[in-house]
């Protein structure tokens, strides 16, 4: 082995004698899984906005929707109370979804709505479930309710709401 000296990401990297290419090799990989996990990413990022039959509003905007999670919006068009369910902050969706749609973790956005509640903002936490299934449940029979889905997932009766 021999000291490289051309352009790799780290001091004192080695090549094999035999082939010379790691560095070409590098150059080709670290770009192409810089890529890939940047569709994996997106890919795993699409989410579905639900409500309750009783809800009026055909469409939200990604504002919208980032407003009502953090307790900013509180009602709909019509005057009535939004109900949020969330997924709680030890199912694997909600790290995701927190992420992309609030700008934190799923545990930063539990303590976010701590603080509205102790702050008197809001009476009391969204409703949180481990599952989908559990979440477009209480959606369904929880009059004003919205919640944020993975794209995919089934959703029964709830309203299904088109994000602009």
Same mark, same amino acid.
């Given at each position: 082995m021999r000291k490289w000296i051309g352009p790799?990401?780290? *001091?004192?990297?080695?090549?094999?004698?035999?082939s010379?290419?790691?560095?070409?090799?590098?150059?080709?990989?670290?770009?192409?899984?810089?890529?890939?996990?940047f569709f994996n990413f997106a890919q795993a990022a699409e989410?579905?906005?639900?409500?309750?039959?009783?809800?009026? &509003?055909?469409e939200l905007s990604k504002n919208d929707v980032r407003q009502i999670l953090l307790i900013n919006r509180t009602?709909?068009?019509?005057?009535?109370k939004i109900v949020l369910v969330a997924?709680?902050?030890?199912?694997?969706?909600? &790290?995701?979804?927190?992420?992309?749609?609030?700008?934190?973790?799923?545990?930063?956005a539990k303590k976010y709505?701590?603080?509205?509640?102790?702050?008197?903002?809001i009476s009391a936490l969204p409703f949180t479930e481990e599952s989908a299934q559990e979440i477009v449940e209480r959606?369904? *029979?929880?009059?004003?309710a919205f919640a944020v889905l993975p794209s995919g997932v089934a959703t029964g009766t709830a309203k299904k709401i088109r994000l602009q």
């Open positions: 790799l990401p780290f *001091k004192g990297a080695k090549v094999d004698e035999a010379g290419k790691v560095g070409d090799l590098l150059r080709f990989v670290v770009p192409f899984m810089l890529l890939l996990s989410f579905q906005l639900i409500a309750n039959s009783s809800i009026e &509003e055909q009602t709909w068009k019509d005057g009535a997924f709680s902050p030890e199912a694997k969706e909600a &790290e995701q979804l927190a992420l992309e749609l609030m700008n934190m973790t799923a545990l930063q709505w701590l603080t509205k509640v102790f702050s008197g903002v959606v369904t *029979k929880t009059k004003g």
